[in-house]
């Protein structure tokens, strides 16, 4: 069975710094892999996802993610936060065919000013 | 498009009493899925359906039922509620059936205690 871990339940930054939020998983199947973002008092809203091809994939405010197969890791980075990005964040992991989701436990980014 | 809505947003229920937790959605998405929310455990998937008439457990499906009569609805029922079930409980759907590879469009979650 699939299962993912997050390695950090939180990580404090000041504001303008870069932050790396780390993902690992476990599968010995090929995967599809996500980040969401939950803003407090709100759902999750995807912020990017890899499913196959280049190994770096991008989001539309700055995140970026790069999927390691050899390390079984899908580390979110940021090379500026802001304030703005303060919320926790979750990987997920889906077993190529499969269609269930797996979530780790989910890490909280506070930015600080 | 509203989305995927759920209602109600929060609920207090004794122990033993049963509830229905309503998800709808208007993307005429094949796949909907009911997660809880816990503390430190991330979302755990309780029940998902890949098309009207098809339900399958997730990882934490007892205590819980479903049933996907229509295409927009997915509703999830408790029937006997226990204190373990207070949590937040999110509706999620996806276009393209069983495979996930777009990702997830999440409702706004109901807050549930059972005291």
């Known amino acids: 069975a699939q299962s993912v871990t997050q390695l950090d339940s939180q990580v404090p930054v000041f504001e303008e710094a870069p932050v790396e939020l780390r993902c690992n998983y476990s599968?010995?199947?090929?995967?599809?892999l996500f980040w969401y973002v939950q803003y407090p008092n709100q759902g999750l809203q995807l912020l990017l996802k890899?499913?196959?091809?280049?190994?770096l994939v991008e989001s539309i405010n700055g995140f970026e993610a790069e999927f390691n197969k050899s390390q079984t890791s899908f580390h979110l980075r940021k090379p500026s936060v802001h304030i703005s990005d303060t919320a926790e964040y979750f990987c997920?992991?889906?077993?190529?065919?499969?269609?269930?989701?797996?979530f780790g436990g989910g890490t909280r980014l506070m930015v600080k000013p | 498009n509203a989305g995927v809505t759920q209602t109600p947003k929060f609920q207090v229920l004794k122990t033993g009493q049963s509830m229905t937790l309503q998800c709808a959605q208007d993307m005429n998405h094949e796949y909907m899925s009911w997660y809880r929310q816990d503390p430190g455990m991330g979302l755990r998937l309780i029940h998902y359906?890949?098309?009207?008439?098809?339900?399958d457990q997730g990882e934490v499906p007892n205590g819980y039922n479903v049933s996907r009569s229509t295409t927009e609805d997915f509703p999830l029922r408790l029937l006997s509620a226990a204190p373990s079930q207070t949590s937040v409980y999110f509706c999620?759907?996806?276009?393209?059936?069983?495979?996930?590879?777009?990702?997830?469009?999440f409702g706004p979650g109901t807050r549930l205690t059972v005291t």
């Open positions: 999620a759907s996806s276009p393209g059936g069983g495979r996930l590879t777009q990702g997830q469009y």
């Open positions: 997920a992991v889906s077993e190529g065919a499969g269609n269930m989701l797996t």
């Open positions: 890899y499913l196959s091809g280049s190994t």
């Open positions: 599968s010995s199947v090929s995967v599809y």
């Open positions: 359906s890949v098309g009207a008439g098809i339900t």
